[in-house]
């Protein structure tokens, strides 16, 4: 089964390729926990401090609260703006 983690932050940051290099650096860190295929970071287009990391999944099991992957991120990341956390399942 595959689904995807997303987690969105707005960073508070006046420097948001600071923090942006800092969640490169948390990802690399975390390298590819068992059953996730990849980890995608995007930056919003219109919105130059609103970044969205995906953690893509590969897995019997959805865990539909979030990875512990996910949720370590969540915890780190919350320093430094507004989170939002979601699971999604490919239809």
Known sequence: MQWMEEIKLRI???DPELVEGKIMKLIKDLGNN???K?????HSA???ND?????HWETDNT????????LCLVHVL?????ISHSVWVEA
């Open 78 to 82: 919350r320093e430094f703006g507004l």
């Open 63 to 70: 865990e539909p609260q979030g990875s512990a992957t996910g």
């Open 34 to 36: 068992g059953g996730m």
């Open 46 to 48: 219109m919105v130059g």
């Open 51 to 55: 970044v969205s990391v995906h953690l």
């Open 38 to 42: 990849e980890i995608k970071l995007y």
């Open 12 to 14: 508070a940051e006046k």
